[in-house]
């Protein structure tokens, strides 16, 4: 096992633990901005029954 293939073989996973990392990032957010949405529709929809 030489080092070239280490370090190729760390970058990959570390590519992967980016990818997954960002995924993550980009579903919470949109997690978040949907209920955001929802609870401004729900103001609204308060707002208007008054």
Do not use: R
């Not at 080092?3 to 579903?27: C, H, P, Q, R």
Request: net charge positive; hydrophobic share 45%.
């Amino acid at each position: 096992m030489n080092s070239w293939s280490l370090l190729g073989n760390t970058s990959a996973e570390y590519k992967k633990f980016i990818g997954v990392t960002d995924l993550m990032t980009v579903s919470g957010f949109l997690i978040e901005t949907n209920a955001l949405k929802q609870g401004v529709l729900m103001k609204l929809a308060q707002l208007s029954c008054l």
